[in-house]
Nanobody
Framework: QVQLVESGGGSVQAGGSLRLSCAAS????????MGWFRQAPAKEREGVVG????????YYADSVKGRFTISQDNAKNTLYLQMNSLKPEDTAMYYC??????????????????????WGQGTQVTVSS
């Protein structure tokens, strides 16, 4: 049974940093395509970053490029999202997601919620000005 559990959210001031974690069970993170998404109140869920299994570069949304970094620890079966230079507009519930994949995702696929099959429960990030 695939499970994803996010943690690491919290409240920070603008310019601060947070690192989100997504602990996976029921599969190996190295064998699934994975991504981070976020959803602010009254807004649609948007892709933040997605990564395939082929070791290629992740795809970042323009809004976070240069500030957020995705990484994974295969030994801990955990995905991370390092978020630096946080802005109030980054405030949202953050979710990790995964899907078995054998081909490299395109940019559109990597940042589209419909691509992913499994989702965590989310962790709240609040950035104050």
């Amino acid at each position: 049974q695939v499970q994803l559990v996010e943690s690491g959210g919290g409240s920070v001031q603008a310019g601060g940093s947070l690192r989100l974690s997504c602990a996976a069970s029921g599969y190996r993170v190295s064998s699934y395509c994975m991504g981070w998404f976020r959803q602010a109140p009254a807004k649609e869920r948007e892709g933040v970053v997605g990564v395939s299994t082929d070791g290629g570069s992740p795809y970042y949304a323009d809004s976070v490029k240069g500030r957020f970094t995705i990484s994974q620890d295969n030994a801990k079966n955990t995905l991370y999202l390092q978020m630096n230079s946080l802005k109030p507009e980054d405030t949202a519930m953050y979710y990790c997601a995964s899907v078995p994949c054998v081909f490299r995702l395109t940019y559109i696929q990597a940042l589209r919620a419909g691509t992913y099959r499994y989702w965590g429960q989310g962790t709240q990030v609040t950035v104050s000005s």
